[in-house]
C-alpha cells in the first residue's frame, strides 16, 4: 500500500483520489473475505481477527485529522469565493454559504467518529487477548489418562 500512496508523497490530484476510491473497495474485500462461507479460512485464529480490529481501529483514528483537513480547504475555497452551488450556479453567494455548511458538517461529524473509534479501541483492548484453542490429543485433552 505504501508503494501506491506514500504517505510522505509525492501527492496529487489523481493519487489522492485513487486511494479515496481505494477505502470503500477494500472495505469491501474484507466484508466479503471475512464472511460466514470464507471466515474458516480468513479468520482462522482469533489473531486474525484482532489484526482487522486493530487495523480498523488504526484507520478510524485518522478520520478526524482527516475531515479537519477536507473542512478547512472548502473553507479556504468558499472564503476566497471560489465555490459555486450547482442548484443556483448564478448566485456565486450561494456557494460559499453551502461551503461553510459541509465546512460545518464535516465538524459536527468529528465526534461520532470519534465516538467510535473509543468503541473499536475497547473492542481491541479485549480482541488482543483471545487465544486460540489448538487440537489436543484425547489423553491429553481428559487429563493424561
Do not use: C, K
Not at 473475505?33 to 489473531?47: F, H, K, M, W
Not at 473509534?117 to 485433552?141: G, M, Y
Request: hydrophobic content about 40%.
Amino acid at each position: 500500500m505504501t508503494e501506491l500512496w506514500p504517505s510522505n508523497g509525492p501527492h496529487d490530484r489523481a493519487q489522492v483520489r485513487s486511494a479515496a476510491d481505494a477505502l470503500p473497495e477494500l472495505l469491501r474485500y474484507l466484508a466479503t473475505a471475512t464472511d460466514p462461507v470464507n471466515a474458516r479460512a480468513t479468520l482462522e485464529t482469533p489473531g486474525d481477527v484482532d489484526h482487522i480490529v486493530q487495523a480498523l481501529h488504526t484507520a478510524v483514528g485518522y478520520v478526524p485529522q482527516l475531515l479537519d483537513r477536507l473542512g478547512r480547504r472548502v473553507g479556504d475555497l468558499a472564503a476566497a469565493g471560489r465555490l459555486l452551488d450547482d442548484r443556483v450556479p448564478d448566485e456565486p453567494p450561494m456557494g460559499r454559504e453551502l461551503g461553510y455548511e459541509v465546512m460545518s458538517a464535516l465538524s459536527e461529524v468529528r465526534p461520532a467518529i470519534n465516538f467510535l473509534n473509543a468503541q473499536v479501541a475497547a473492542v481491541r483492548s479485549h480482541s488482543r487477548h483471545l487465544a486460540h484453542v489448538t487440537d489436543q490429543p484425547a489423553e491429553s485433552a481428559a487429563g493424561g489418562a
